[in-house]
């Protein structure tokens, strides 16, 4: 394949990924990734492709995240840039492949965040229908507040893009908002 298509990245995630929260959290990445592409005038789809993929091995693997990625989805035909950029959303955590284009540092800073954004989302009577930017900072300044999501790491990948984190989070935001259904965030309003 020349190019990971959204398609053929969901149909290698199933043969991993069935754990409902980890198909979610895809989801969530390739709809900020579909997002973050539109910003810097790149592919959508493919960026949106690699990700859906991006945790491919992390159900069966936890504790060996990304150690099992690269041989079958190189075997499946995916091609090596995506693989690399797959893998290098785990730079200085489980891999040492640095993120070095757009796509793989917006993989990197998006991985984190959109789970900031889905946890505020879930707080709210509209989900994410109208969550603002304020709200959201509000609570990424909360560090108690969906404590699990590295601050640092989207912190540092928003430094690598020469981005603030509000500006990153609101292509998110705008990324995911379309499919607030789908993703469980359309809140109970």
Known sequence: ??????????????????EDHLIIHAKNVAYAMGAMAR????????????GMLHDFDYEKYPDE???HT???LLEAGVPAEDVRA????????????????????????????TGIIQACAR???????DLEIKSFMKKF??????????????????????????????ISIE????????LGIAGNG
Request: glycine share 6%.
């Open 86 to 113: 797959i893998l290098s959303h785990g730079y200085g955590i489980c891999t040492d492949v640095e993120p070095i284009t757009n796509m793989e540092k917006s993989l990197f800073t998006v991985d984190e965040l």
């Open 141 to 170: 300044k909360d560090k108690k507040f969906a404590a699990k999501c590295d601050r640092e790491l989207i912190l540092k990948g928003c430094e690598m893009l020469g981005m603030d984190v509000k500006e990153v989070a609101e």
């Open 39 to 50: 910003h810097f005038g790149e592919n959508e789809e493919h960026w949106m492709a690699v």
């Open 175 to 182: 990324g995911m908002r379309p499919h607030a259904e789908e």
């Open 70 to 72: 690269e041989k079958p």
């Open 65 to 67: 995240h990304l150690q």
């Open 123 to 129: 707080m709210r009577p509209l989900g994410i229908c």
């Open 1 to 18: 394949m020349d190019r990971l298509t959204l398609e053929e990245a969901a149909r290698l995630n199933e043969t991993l990924v069935s």
